[in-house]
């Protein structure tokens, strides 16, 4: 499911300096007459500079010690202020994703609480900030940063009275270009962007964007009659008739099918073809012999006829008729197509648990699922950072589990994380009520999406854990029998095992011993089948989560004395794949299927589970998660492709420092990369992608290799699907999440949906793949080339306005550049974009731009003249250098 952490561990020589345990709690004042954290917070100059990435490890400590060979960061926070600043007693609360070492220097002490919240405490004879001092706390990071997106916003302090206020010089603020927000006291990174000396990843460069782009060139010839995803077949009019939709449409035919239409017919209302009385004919009608979701859509001069099997496939195709309109332009081409989809599951996963995004923002979601023929929307609603809905009985999951503020003791909310501050607003908390969600439920239905809710178990599990551990608190102290108190306790008090999870928590995980997890497991489920019944949507799948425990359990009395009775399984080490069995079971019982990451049912005997499995294989090609998609496929389960190679939205478009996401899968995943994906032929990517050091892949797919178990995918044996994945720990908003997934989702869709003729068939005898393999030859390569430039030039032309015209944010390409024979050619990969330039005087069309004296020129991609553009690149110019733009 989720990731490795950066550094699961600090560098040895830190860990030596002091264990990073949990600061003491620290009960939350009262409320006091106004102290002095306000005037600190809208004083303060707060800057965090990275000094030094040093991905072989070995670097200086505050005291001038060297640590060992782990990759490390050397930071620093720099004080500055316009006003004297008493900061003695003071304390300054901050996210770092990766924990630092405890340092004492300059009279402050940096210490990690829990998660990726620290504190910087200053000393009770601390100096006052004076105005023209600059006050530095180096401090050494136990991982690297190569990206902004590792630098989280919100500092705050909290003052000796227990006031708490914002740090304002470390608010987010908008960004110089489309969808990405700023943070003002991060200077600049430095420019390397390597994770030590075996990574090849090169910066993006306009160069370098030049270079692996220099085959795209914009097709209008496609654009007219282009639909993304591809259909099966498409049939142009031999004599090009055309027809314009500008009078409307009018449905009818088969009742059952056109009244699935509406959403559909909304969008094309919003494109400009509304539905209308004396329209031209929309005629809906049955085929049996048609399967699920197939469609047969005839375009002609006098009417628009449809044939389906069902809804879906009805729904689908006047989402077909809505993609061959071209904002601006009211005529399409005649034309037929046949269609079905490739796979059955096409999917796309939200996490609002680390971020909350609310209602508006998955509706808006849902509806571009919608146009673009994706139909599962995996919704992972609680997680370590928060819990986002509410279940009747449970009022404590979202009072406290779905707030983040500053509450040491986790009474009224969860600790900071991840820059929400403390207040309970903003992206840090939020939760749907059960009218929201049924109402999204519906809302998806009537689009032929299904929604897969996703509460992780038993680790990544948190804020379930706190929220019940304050439910029991509050029982309590009101005087409730203790039996009633623990009926959905998760943790047991006495345990006192030491771990830390990937994202650095020490009580993350679910005790899987106590009954009253299974009463807690049993009662949220019942609740979200009752909502989906209450919704008319039969829930269908439940995602246990399954993944990343962190070998908790091991001094717990309450496990030590169930495996004593011999209940359940005999050693510690396999109460986790006891639980993901039981949960299972649980939820197959109630008539649902369960799914659940690969890597947790990877830990469990397939006998113990029920029949009918869903798998999200997550692992990396180089991690072998060719091999476990090909295994657990062979086990007869629903295997659904979840590589994060290319799957993974919240990881960086490119290895910059100014791209989003973290990126422990992999350095740089392009839109492009994704188009190229084989999914049904994982080993033969292996022949022109690398890995997350840029180094060659080699992917062995023979019998016995790698593991003596092995086995290639069996003949008969296929994928369910494939989805693609949007983790919010740095994506706090609609516009970031949207830079995030778009373009990318349209590859998803078009890959989901339609399979190329370029892919190549897979070897059922199993084979071995490395880069540069003949397997995937020069003609291959060339159709696949071809094939990007069809799909990039409807993306460019047709899909980004339409999604600008929808609110979206979305990222637009960087220019890159070509020179030969004295001209400077730019190149994009997504082609018929706009390219503007600045030479000093502002943006304008490249064509009237002219190098100034320091022979120096910035160039972007945008929509249109003063629509969305791109990030800003600079290239040198020589006087008298032409640069032209190739379409």
């Not at 300096?17 to 620290?26: E, K």
């Not at 908008?174 to 927000?181: L, N, S």
């Not at 500053?406 to 909310?413: I, K, P, T």
Request: with cysteine; hydrophobic share 40%; proline share 7%.
């Amino acid at each position: 499911m989720r990731r490795p952490g950066i550094a699961t561990m600090l560098l040895a020589l830190i860990a030596g300096a002091g264990m990073l345990t949990p600061a003491p709690a620290i009960a939350e004042a009262p409320r006091r007459p106004a102290g002095d954290a306000e005037t600190i917070g809208a004083t303060l100059d707060l800057t965090y500079r990275v000094r030094a990435n040093r991905g072989e490890g070995s670097c200086r400590l505050p005291d001038g010690r060297v640590s060992g060979d782990q990759p490390c960061a050397e930071a620093e926070i720099v004080l500055s202020t316009s006003r004297p600043l008493a900061l003695a007693g003071r304390e300054i609360y901050f996210s770092q994703v990766d924990p630092v070492a405890l340092t004492s220097n300059g009279g402050a002490h940096v210490e990690h609480i829990n998660g990726d919240l620290h504190v910087l405490r200053f000393a009770s004879d601390a100096q006052p900030l004076q105005p023209g001092e600059s006050r530095r706390i180096a401090f050494v990071v136990g991982g690297l940063i190569l990206a902004r997106a590792k630098v989280m916003p919100n500092y705050y302090v909290v003052d000796p009275q227990g006031d708490a206020a914002i740090i304002d010089s470390t608010r987010e603020i908008a960004g110089a270009y489309q969808g990405r927000k700023t943070l003002p006291h991060l200077t600049p990174l430095p420019r390397s962007v390597r994770r030590s000396s075996r990574d090849l990843t090169p910066l993006e460069t306009p160069e370098l964007v030049g270079a692996e782009n220099r085959d795209v060139a914009f097709v209008p010839d496609v654009v007219d009659s282009g639909i993304i995803p591809m259909p099966s077949h498409v049939e142009r009019d031999p004599g090009g008739a055309r027809v314009d939709l500008a009078r409307g449409l009018t449905p009818s035919g088969d009742a059952r099918l056109t009244a699935a239409l509406a959403p559909a017919m909304a969008r094309l209302a919003a494109l400009g073809v509304p539905q209308a009385r004396a329209g031209i004919p929309l005629v809906v009608e049955s085929d049996p012999a048609l399967g699920h979701e197939a469609y047969r859509l005839r375009i002609t001069g006098e009417t628009i006829s449809v044939a389906a099997g069902d809804a879906a496939g009805a729904f689908y195709a006047v989402q077909s008729l809505a993609a061959l309109v071209r904002p601006g332009h009211s005529d399409i081409p005649a034309l037929a197509i046949e269609d079905a989809p490739r796979f059955g599951f096409r999917g796309l996963h939200l996490d609002i648990a680390r971020n909350y995004h609310g209602p508006e923002t998955i509706r808006a979601l849902i509806d571009q699922m919608a146009a673009y023929k994706l139909n599962r929307l995996h919704l992972h609603l609680a997680d370590d950072e928060g819990w986002r809905l509410a279940i009747e009985g449970l009022p404590e999951l979202t009072e406290v589990g779905a707030r983040r503020c500053h509450d040491l003791e986790e009474d009224q909310c969860l600790l900071p994380q991840l820059g929400s501050g403390p207040f309970a607003e903003g992206s840090g908390s939020g939760f749907l009520s059960a009218d929201d969600y049924v109402g999204l439920l519906r809302y998806a239905a009537e689009r032929q999406i299904e929604i897969i809710p996703s509460f992780d178990m038993p680790g990544h599990s948190r804020a379930a854990v706190r929220a019940m551990d304050a439910r029991y608190r509050r029982l309590v102290a009101a005087g409730r029998p203790e039996e009633e108190a623990a009926q959905f306790l998760l943790s047991d008090p006495e345990d006192t095992t030491r771990y830390h999870s990937i994202q650095h928590y020490s009580d993350n995980t679910i005790n899987v011993c106590r009954p009253s997890t299974y009463r807690f497991v049993g009662h949220v489920l019942d609740r979200l089948i009752a909502m989906h019944e209450k919704a008319g949507t039969p829930l269908e799948r439940y995602h246990i989560g399954a993944d990343e425990t962190a070998g908790a359990w091991v001094e717990s009395p309450i496990c030590q004395e169930f495996l004593a009775r011999g209940e359940g399984p005999s050693e510690v080490g396999d109460l986790g794949g006891y639980f993901i069995a039981r949960v299972a079971n649980m939820v197959a019982e109630r008539g649902v299927i369960p799914a659940a990451w690969s890597d947790g049912l990877s830990h469990v005997d397939a006998a113990a589970l029920p029949d009918r499995v869903q798998s999200n294989v997550w692992g990396t090609l180089a991690g072998g998660g060719a091999q476990t998609a090909h295994r657990h496929a062979n086990l007869g389960w629903d295997v659904v492709l979840s590589i994060p190679d290319a799957l993974y939205f919240d990881m960086p478009y490119a290895a910059h420092p100014e791209e989003g996401g973290y990126y422990w899968a992999i350095r740089r995943a392009p839109t492009r990369k994704l188009f190229s994906m084989m999914p049904e032929n994982l080993p033969a990517l292996a022949a022109y992608w690398r890995d997350n050091d840029e180094r060659a892949l080699t992917i062995d797919d023979r019998p016995g290799r790698g593991e003596a178990s092995h086995r290639p995918l069996k003949e008969g044996r296929t994928f369910a699907g494939i989805q693609g994945h949007l983790w919010t720990e740095t994506i706090r908003d609609r516009g970031t999440l949207g830079y995030q997934l778009f373009p990318r989702m349209f590859a998803l869709a078009e890959r989901a949906w339609h399979h190329p003729s370029w892919e190549v068939p897979y070897d059922h005898s199993g084979t071995r793949v490395g880069f540069g393999d003949p397997l995937v030859g020069a003609d291959r390569r060339a159709a696949m080339a071809a094939d990007w430039n069809r799909f990039a030039s409807i993306v460019g032309a047709k899909e980004l306005p339409k999604l600008a015209a929808a609110g979206w944010s979305f990222r637009l390409p960087m220019v890159g550049v070509v020179r030969e024979h004295g001209v400077v050619q730019t190149r994009v990969a997504i082609p018929g974009l706009l390219i503007q330039c600045d030479a000093g005087a502002g943006w304008t069309e490249l064509a009237s731009c002219k190098a100034g004296p320091d022979s120096k020129i910035k160039l972007r991609t945008a929509l249109e003249a003063d629509g969305p553009h791109g990030r800003a690149t600079e290239i040198d110019v020589a006087a008298g250098t032409q640069v032209a733009q190739v379409e």
